[in-house]
């Protein structure tokens, strides 16, 4: 049996179907493939479920002869939009489609309601693939490291144990305000590095300048596969709603995941199989304001990260 997974994007939403690739893998002769942006090509390299690595090209109509050619059994639909709906068509192939709940989502954000079950994306995922006889294995996510890396190369001696901090996300409501960030640094018993691109660089310099040589800020000095590797090698993570946070639930890292603007319940994305976490957020009348986050607090007082307790996550952290 051959089997085609597509998920397009974004990078936290395809690093939660690799459980799914995992468990299908699982199924006697089956064959998988996955298909995905070039961007988020690196998600998949070297996971050794998958047979091959399908990229999309900049034409959806030749991306459709390249499935043609492969004559799958069946299309793994996950990511449930008009380009996956016009794959399925054009190919003909018998599909399973995620259920995005999207009226549901919509419902729950306009007015406030929860009506869409804090059910993890991983298993939202995996309904998709119950026809087939696939069981969760109950295992994290997979991420693997493309090369190996020193630490001593990376880090400073002084932070060859360390707490990683992530402070990058796409949205400036995903993350949590310097003098936050200062405030709760200040008080970890261990030194601290930061994690995130270059567009958090200037923010690391400022924590680094109001704390001193106790943080590191790797931002924008790291690659990708080398922050990767500061997440494994750290003894625990904190992190706001983003790519990297969500890539070191493979690692089964005790992690803080820290949610402004959004929540994990409504997208399910809250850490998966991982043995110690804490998810630091509060009650709002307002909140979420958004599914994905916002350039800024639409009331302007942003209390969704200026309320969270700092003492919990630094109590989770130094214990």
């Given at each position: 049996?051959?089997?085609?997974?597509?998920?397009?994007?974004?990078?936290?939403?395809?690093?939660?179907?690799?459980?799914?690739?995992?468990?299908?893998?699982?199924?006697?002769?089956?064959?998988?493939?996955?298909?995905?942006?070039?961007?988020?090509?690196?998600?998949?390299?070297?996971?050794?479920?998958?047979?091959?690595?399908?990229?999309?090209?900049?034409?959806?109509?030749?991306?459709?002869?390249?499935?043609?050619?492969?004559?799958?059994?069946?299309?793994?639909?996950?990511?449930?939009?008009?380009?996956?709906?016009?794959?399925?068509?054009?190919?003909?192939?018998?599909s399973s489609t995620y259920n995005k709940q999207?009226?549901?989502?919509?419902?729950?954000?306009?007015?406030?309601?929860?009506?869409?079950?804090?059910?993890?994306?991983?298993?939202?995922?995996?309904?998709?693939?119950?026809?087939?006889?696939?069981?969760?294995?109950?295992?994290?996510?997979?991420?693997?490291?493309?090369?190996?890396?020193?630490?001593?190369?990376?880090?400073?001696?002084?932070?060859?144990?360390?707490?990683?901090?992530?402070?990058?996300?796409?949205?400036?409501?995903?993350?949590?305000?310097?003098?936050?960030?200062?405030?709760?640094?200040?008080?970890?018993?261990?030194?601290?590095?930061?994690?995130?691109?270059?567009?958090?660089?200037?923010?690391?310099?400022?924590?680094?300048?109001?704390?001193?040589?106790?943080?590191?800020?790797?931002?924008?000095?790291?690659?990708?596969?080398?922050?990767?590797?500061?997440?494994?090698?750290?003894?625990?993570?904190?992190?706001?709603?983003?790519?990297?946070?969500?890539?070191?639930?493979?690692?089964?890292?005790?992690?803080?995941?820290?949610?402004?603007?959004?929540?994990?319940?409504?997208?399910?994305?809250?850490?998966?199989m991982v043995k110690q976490s804490l998810v630091?957020?509060?009650?709002?009348?307002?909140?979420?304001?958004?599914?994905?986050?916002?350039?800024?607090?639409?009331?302007?007082?942003?209390?969704?990260?200026?309320?969270?307790?700092?003492?919990?996550?630094?109590?989770?952290?130094?214990?």
């Amino acid at each position: 049996m051959k089997i085609l997974v597509i998920r397009f994007s974004s990078m936290g939403d395809i690093i939660y179907t690799t459980p799914v690739v995992r468990c299908l893998k699982q199924l006697p002769g089956v064959e998988v493939h996955f298909l995905t942006k070039p961007a988020f090509k690196y998600i998949y390299d070297n996971n050794p479920y998958l047979d091959k690595l399908l990229l999309l090209k900049e034409s959806l109509s030749d991306t459709i002869e390249v499935i043609k050619a492969e004559h799958y059994d069946y299309i793994i639909d996950l990511h449930s939009n008009l380009r996956t709906a016009i794959i399925k068509l054009r190919t003909g192939i018998k599909s399973s489609t995620y259920n995005k709940q999207r009226i549901s989502k919509w419902l729950s954000l306009k007015f406030k309601l929860k009506l869409v079950k804090p059910v993890h994306l991983v298993d939202r995922y995996l309904k998709t693939v119950k026809f087939l006889g696939v069981v969760n294995d109950n295992l994290p996510i997979d991420y693997y490291l493309k090369k190996n890396h020193r630490l001593n190369k990376l880090l400073p001696a002084s932070h060859q144990q360390f707490i990683a901090f992530v402070i990058g996300a796409t949205h400036f409501t995903k993350r949590m305000p310097n003098e936050k960030v200062i405030s709760i640094c200040k008080k970890l018993s261990l030194p601290v590095v930061l994690l995130g691109g270059n567009d958090v660089k200037a923010n690391g310099d400022e924590i680094v300048e109001a704390i001193g040589p106790y943080v590191y800020n790797a931002c924008g000095i790291t690659t990708l596969d080398e922050s990767v590797f500061l997440v494994q090698k750290a003894e625990k993570v904190i992190g706001f709603d983003t790519g990297l946070t969500h890539i070191a639930e493979a690692f089964n890292k005790p992690i803080v995941s820290i949610w402004g603007s959004t929540i994990p319940e409504l997208l399910g994305v809250q850490p998966y199989m991982v043995k110690q976490s804490l998810v630091a957020g509060v009650e709002l009348p307002c909140r979420p304001c958004s599914k994905f986050g916002q350039a800024a607090c639409p009331l302007g007082h942003f209390k969704c990260m200026y309320d969270i307790d700092e003492n919990s996550i630094v109590n989770f952290v130094n214990s």
